[in-house]
């Protein structure tokens, strides 16, 4: 039970994700019913959450009356959102080094967190029961948050079990939850389609949080928090109660439309300048319809558009409107406006004016054209990672005879005569037209796979792409087969010399995102307990010649060395090295490259053998030829 997500949607049905997705959900009792619980949840268990089962579907709403304190500074502080308890909260780990983690505040996990033990017992029961195949957890307000919270805990939590309980997040007028790394998170582990918002055109405490939190927001925020406290409560009440004039509430409106018109800035670079981001999909509602889009870019676009005309007064009044918005949305209300709408003969102009007659904005108002614009871009936006997530499969076919060619050259040099080796052949090349071209084809691969990490941390792919295992498989491959030339060229420029070995100081990025795919791939069956009869066809460590370089760099330096305490600590790595390799020979885990006659590795076991017999027969040695062999001096 999730909400389709754009990017796999028909390019022939442009609006499945807006004015059809919409109606779709309304048309199913999901919306009604979780209002219904969170109207109960409200007014019979404030401060915690209540569960109905209706068939086979569990409803947990959670109230959006809390207490919450606003005047505790930190309250609005941002916390890391790694684990809850014993469960880690996201099994992908960050690509682009240095990425800030994944964020709430910390007011609203200290609310989820006062609940979850009794939540945690009420989850793991369902999970037990045998009827249960769906789960809707709801909440209104600050409920909302606190139900985001509990879904992306209870979705980490079925990670690690075998249940196929489907799971379903919907809230009414939530207020933002966390920051742009947990909105990636989500997307990553694929549950952005497992939330569902619904927003009011005028409800302001959506939009609250885009605003900093800084002056002149901060003497404002001890009125939102007692304004969810008193949710329930008419308008008047509320105004009297939280003792806030209506030239603040127009201050306060003023602030939050200002802050949204910068965040929603047409180039895209307003959002990068809020701390919070929304994720999943975002049904907007009016009187006349709704309309459904996922794109977090398009959220906040339609976030400000269709509040800008509203009031103060009707802004804050609609955050207790959901119920008639959700009784407004049906099928037959759908089938109405098919009806009653001025199709053109454009399918897709036909698409626009429904979506924009359900937003509830006149066609012809000022309004109009803006929020037509944010529908296409969200059409462009949701299928441009997956176009070129297409194209770039095409791109990969292209360079394929580059690989093919460098295989072949690893073969040629496994048979040759010289009996060097794959590594060391291309490490010892001259100037023949084969090396150049193996060289050159080296470089081209290099160059594709930087632009693959450059289009996914750029957000020009999808979000799961490291992921997918044609990727990671394919990725795996490239490092298998042309790190060991990397390694090489670095050496035989004499690179190590100047910045350092190569793992430390010279390997490329891109491998170290690669090694980072596979490792959090998930292993197929065949990979499982599987005992290697022959040599592999490639050495499975990618970077086990420039450990061989570096241990022929410890021997010539044992040679020498003067002082016992670093000779001690040459030999010792000397040994770690030895017996590392000697592990991979044995597992057949290296090529067989690895173990040709004329090889680095084979002239390097070869060299520390003859040093260890010279070592041997001088021991019974008189201590100043001793002294001579180790390469000392006589005073």
């Known amino acids: 039970m999730t909400i389709p997500n754009s990017m796999d949607a028909d390019e022939a049905s442009p609006f499945e994700t807006s004015e059809m997705l919409a109606t779709f959900l309304a048309s199913t009792p999901l919306l009604s019913e979780s209002w219904k619980l969170c109207s109960l949840a409200n007014t019979a268990a404030p401060w915690s959450f209540v569960t109905e089962r209706i068939g086979s579907v569990v409803y947990v709403a959670f109230s959006g009356v809390q207490m919450a304190g606003g005047s505790d500074a930190s309250w609005w502080s941002p916390v890391a959102l790694d684990s809850i308890g014993d469960v880690a909260l ?30 945690q017992n009420q989850m793991f029961a369902i999970i037990k029961s045998t009827d ?20 992306i805990w209870f979705l980490s939590c079925l990670r690690s079990i075998s249940s196929a309980i489907s799971v379903l997040c919907i809230t009414f007028g939530s207020p933002l939850l966390g920051n742009k790394s947990l909105s990636q998170a989500i997307l990553k582990e694929r549950w952005g389609g497992n939330f569902c918002h619904v927003v009011s055109n005028h409800d302001i405490m959506p939009r609250m949080l885009f605003a900093p939190l800084q002056p002149p927001l901060t003497a404002h925020l001890n009125f939102l ?30 602030f939050v439309v200002a802050c949204l018109g910068a965040a929603a800035k047409p180039d895209g670079e307003g959002s990068s300048q809020i701390s919070f981001h929304p994720f999943g999909s ?19 676009q339609m976030m400000h558009f ?34 009653q709408a001025n199709i053109s003969d454009s399918s897709y102009e036909a698409g626009l004016e429904l979506a924009l007659k359900s937003s509830g904005v006149p066609s012809q108002g000022s309004v109009a054209m803006p929020i037509k614009e944010c529908l296409r871009m969200a059409r462009r936006m949701g299928r441009s990672p997956s176009l070129k997530h297409a194209s770039l499969a095409v791109t990969l076919s292209k360079f394929v005879p580059y690989r093919a060619e460098i295989e072949w050259y690893k073969s040629l040099c496994d048979q040759a005569d010289d009996q060097l080796g794959y590594y060391d052949s291309f490490k010892r090349r001259g100037s023949s037209r084969r090396g150049m071209k193996i060289n050159m084809n080296r470089l081209k691969l290099a160059r594709f796979w930087n632009n693959v990490i450059d289009m996914m941390e750029s957000n020009q792919l999808p979000y799961d792409f490291d992921r997918s295992r044609k990727w990671v498989n394919s990725s795996q491959f490239y490092k298998l087969l042309v790190e060991p030339l990397d390694i090489a060229e670095y050496y035989r420029k004499g690179m190590h010399r100047t910045k350092g070995h190569y793992i430390q100081h010279g390997r490329e990025r891109r491998y170290e995102i690669f090694d980072r795919w596979w490792k959090d791939r998930t292993p197929s069956a065949a990979e499982g307990n599987h005992v290697r009869s022959t040599f592999a066809s490639l050495t499975q460590d990618t970077c086990f010649w420039a450990r061989v370089e570096e241990a022929r760099d410890w021997l010539d330096s044992v040679r020498s060395e003067i002082d016992i305490s670093k000779e001690a600590h040459l030999w010792d790595n000397i040994e770690k090295f030895e017996n590392y390799a000697a592990q991979l020979i044995e597992n057949k885990e290296v090529s067989k490259d690895v173990l040709a006659k004329n090889s680095s590795y084979s002239v390097w076991v070869e060299e520390l053998r003859e040093l260890r017999e010279m070592k041997a027969k001088v021991q019974n040695f008189p201590y100043q030829f001793t002294r001579f062999v180790n390469g000392g001096v006589v005073p």
């Not at 928090?225 to 003023?254: G, K, N, T, Y």
Request: charge should be negative; include cysteine.
């Open 282 to 300: 975002y049904v907007f509602a009016s009187e006349k319809g709704a309309v459904c889009v996922d794109s977090a870019t398009t959220v906040i």
């Open 90 to 119: 996201f099994s992908s780990r960050r690509n682009i080094e240095g990425g800030e983690p994944a964020m709430v505040y910390a007011g609203m996990l200290n609310l989820f967190q006062s609940l979850f033990h009794s939540l």
């Open 132 to 151: 249960a195949k769906s789960i809707v957890i709801t909440g209104h307000s600050l409920g909302g948050a606190i139900a985001s919270l509990s879904t």
């Open 306 to 339: 269709m509040f800008a005309p509203s009031s103060p007064a009707c802004s804050i009044d609609d955050h207790l409107k959901y119920g008639d918005y959700v009784n407004h949305l049906s099928l037959q209300a759908f089938k109405r406006n098919c009806e």
């Open 225 to 254: 928090l007692q304004f969810w406290h008193l949710s329930m409560a008419s308008l008047e009440l509320r105004r009297v109660a939280v003792q806030i004039s209506e030239p603040d509430i127009a201050d306060l409106f003023s």
